[in-house]
């Protein structure tokens, strides 16, 4: 992308994440805070129910208390112990089975919502495409993050506010010398920060590619081509030296944080250490009863443990998933394509006025001050080579791309001021690399918005327009081996991309070389019948087979991105020039198919 990436601060995100969080799941945000400090209560009540059984039976040897009294203080400290470990499993069920997918998929339906507005051209561009990479993996991160949160300050807040009112109440140098222990361990993680949002920088184009790699090996779509041809080694080389790249990048900075992590382990056992033997020393000392020591010392460990927890694995982790969260955060930063809402007019046509683009880390423009004029009710054919801008034409004339330079007007609207959902009302079309869906028969046909407006004889009628013979298929069968259906030849899928296409109510209609997997007699009537079904709208046919050029209006010519010639068929192989020697080429597959 152009844009300069802002790297927010570690409470820049938090104060960005924290609302987001609460408008995912309002309700559950609210019960995970009150569940915490439920939780985190109960542990500060155990100790304090320890202390007074301790206490109690230490009356009783001194004839001071009575079996019933012990019996009661064992009861309380059951009762505190159990209602602990409830509130636990509680509390960790609703934040891991609850509360983390329904953020992740409330989150999920955001990042889908920002790529609908986002300018389709940014899908060519390579940095934009590590992003969409990183932001997803933000998307996991974001609800781990806010639970951290949630648990720093309610749970864990709550328990160290309790219990360290508590042993501020025994001995105030107590409490200072467990807070001073752990000061260099909150220190060290934030150099973690630093750490993995660098990591995660480096890791997304990797990471992007291995996946890649992987799907080549492993995936349906690819494993006839890869086996056949021997291609198995070449690509799982690939992947294992991109792993083993990303495995390294990942080593280096484990093992910098390793390192800090042991400054922080002998930190934390210094401070655990000078608190026992301030701890036993006031008990010598008579400052402290017995039942005091021994659930305070019972409760030392358990404060390490949690303060470490807190530092190494809560931290840790949010230092690990920064980065990730503001990738996440930078991708939704990003402008939306916006314009005003209208609805184009057909009958005013369809029409480029010097229009130039070029995509994303390229030099050289795809397409070069094009100018076209196409007409309501005329049909304009594009025929060039490969890689002459036919497609990044067609996706200028639909709207799909807004030209670099000169204006695109479609129906009336100029595609630089409109919105896209304005623009593409109306518009239909069947492109080169369609989509094989892997759902039903009728869904595959009628996805498009118009589905309520039709319905299933909408959908059979436009599976007889585009030539697909059902035979024993039917409408509701699922057309994927991997849940249970059927799988189809290309021959079939191209029919079902073209009846999808024909499906959609519109008034400019595309079809962009649909029919590469179609004999080009069996092409030459598609194209006759999308000609009738065209009659009285705006059309565009991008074919590589000259034959069906001859059904249009007029043909549009394209070399390196530029109109070198336009006319009709007749015209232009009349005189000297590319379509004339593209024919000329072509020849012998329509003489055999006029035979």
């Known amino acids: 992308m152009n844009t300069v990436k802002k790297k927010d601060t570690f409470f820049q995100v938090i104060t960005r994440i924290i609302p987001m969080q609460f408008q995912a799941a309002p309700f559950n945000c609210i019960l995970e805070n009150i569940l915490a400090v439920m939780h985190g209560l109960s542990f500060s009540l155990t100790v304090v129910a320890t202390q007074h059984l301790f206490d109690t039976i230490s009356k009783a040897s001194a004839s001071e208390a009575g079996f019933s009294d012990c019996m009661a203080s064992l009861f309380l400290l059951t009762g505190a112990t159990f209602g602990q470990q409830l509130l636990n499993g509680i509390h960790n069920f609703h934040g891991t089975g609850i509360l983390f997918p329904k953020s992740s998929g409330k989150l999920t339906v955001l990042l889908h919502r920002k790529l609908k507005d986002i300018d389709p051209a940014q899908f060519e561009n390579t940095d934009f495409l590590d992003d969409l990479n990183k932001a997803r993996e933000g998307i996991q991160a974001i609800p781990l993050c806010c639970m951290i949160l949630f648990l720093c300050v309610s749970f864990y807040g709550v328990y160290f506010l309790s219990i360290g009112t508590y042993l501020f109440t025994l001995k105030p140098m107590l409490l200072i010398t467990l807070l001073l222990a752990f000061i260099p361990a909150i220190l060290a993680q934030t150099i973690n920060i630093r750490v993995f949002t660098r990591l995660?920088?480096?890791?997304?184009?990797?990471?992007?590619?291995?996946?890649?790699?992987?799907?080549?090996?492993?995936?349906?779509?690819?494993?006839?081509?890869?086996?056949?041809?021997?291609?198995?080694?070449?690509?799982?080389?690939?992947?294992?030296?991109?792993?083993?790249?990303?495995?390294?990048?990942i080593w280096r900075a484990e093992r910098k944080i390793a390192l800090l992590q042991l400054v922080l382990n002998i930190t934390t056992f210094a401070g655990m250490g000078t608190s026992a033997y301030l701890l036993f020393t006031a008990t010598m000392n008579g400052e402290i009863t017995v039942g005091m020591f021994a659930a305070v010392f019972a409760a030392l460990g358990q404060i390490f443990d949690i303060m470490n927890e807190i530092v190494s694995k809560h931290i840790g982790s949010m230092n690990r998933d920064?980065?990730?969260?503001?990738?996440?955060?930078?991708?939704?930063?990003?402008?939306?394509?916006?314009?005003?809402?209208?609805?184009?007019?057909?009958?005013?046509?369809?029409?480029?006025?010097?229009?130039?683009?070029?995509?994303?880390?390229?030099?050289?423009?795809?397409?070069?001050?094009?100018?076209?004029?196409?007409?309501?009710?005329?049909?304009?054919?594009?025929?060039?080579?490969?890689?002459?801008?036919?497609?990044?034409?067609?996706?200028?004339?639909?709207?799909?791309?807004?030209?670099?330079?000169?204006?695109?007007?479609?129906?009336?609207?100029?595609?630089?001021?409109?919105?896209?959902?304005?623009?593409?009302?109306?518009?239909?079309?069947v492109f080169q690399k369609y989509q094989r869906y892997k759902m039903t028969l009728e869904e595959n046909v009628a996805i498009s918005d118009s589905l309520a407006k039709a319905g299933l004889d909408q959908a059979e009628s436009a599976l007889r327009e585009?030539?697909?013979?059902?035979?024993?298929?039917?409408?509701?069968?699922?057309?994927?081996?991997?849940?249970?259906?059927?799988?189809?030849?290309?021959?079939?899928?191209?029919?079902?991309?073209?009846?999808?296409?024909?499906?959609?109510?519109?008034?400019?209609?595309?079809?962009?070389?649909?029919?590469?997997?179609?004999?080009?007699?069996?092409?030459?009537?598609?194209?006759?019948?999308?000609?009738?079904?065209?009659?009285?709208?705006?059309?565009?046919?991008?074919?590589?087979?000259?034959?069906?050029?001859?059904?249009?209006?007029?043909?549009?010519?394209?070399?390196?991105?530029?109109?070198?010639?336009?006319?009709?068929?007749?015209?232009?192989?009349?005189?000297?020039?590319?379509?004339?020697?593209?024919?000329?080429?072509?020849?012998?597959?329509?003489?055999?198919?006029?035979?």
């Open 200 to 249: 995660e920088e480096q890791s997304a184009p990797l990471r992007r590619e291995h996946e890649y790699y992987q799907k080549a090996i492993c995936d349906r779509e690819y494993f006839k081509e890869t086996r056949i041809l021997g291609a198995f080694s070449f690509f799982n080389q690939l992947f294992t030296d991109t792993l083993e790249l990303l495995n390294s990048k």
């Open 322 to 429: 920064i980065g990730k969260i503001n990738n996440f955060l930078h991708l939704l930063d990003m402008p939306d394509r916006t314009g005003s809402l209208s609805t184009p007019d057909f009958t005013k046509g369809v029409a480029a006025y010097g229009i130039s683009y070029t995509y994303p880390g390229r030099e050289n423009p795809a397409v070069k001050n094009v100018s076209l004029n196409l007409a309501e009710g005329e049909t304009i054919a594009i025929v060039g080579e490969n890689g002459a801008g036919k497609s990044t034409l067609v996706r200028l004339l639909t709207g799909i791309y807004r030209p670099l330079e000169g204006r695109v007007i479609i129906g009336g609207l100029d595609t630089a001021k409109i919105a896209p959902s304005s623009l593409y009302k109306g518009i239909s079309g």
């Open 466 to 595: 585009a030539g697909f013979e059902k035979g024993s298929i039917r409408m509701e069968d699922m057309l994927s081996p991997e849940f249970g259906g059927i799988d189809l030849s290309g021959g079939q899928w191209q029919r079902i991309a073209i009846a999808r296409g024909l499906y959609r109510v519109n008034d400019f209609i595309v079809l962009d070389e649909p029919t590469s997997a179609i004999d080009p007699i069996e092409e030459t009537r598609i194209y006759k019948q999308f000609q009738r079904l065209a009659e009285g709208k705006c059309a565009l046919v991008v074919t590589h087979r000259l034959g069906s050029a001859k059904l249009a209006d007029r043909v549009v010519v394209l070399e390196a991105g530029e109109i070198v010639d336009m006319g009709t068929h007749e015209e232009l192989l009349s005189r000297p020039g590319k379509y004339a020697d593209m024919w000329a080429a072509q020849a012998q597959w329509y003489e055999r198919e006029e035979k």
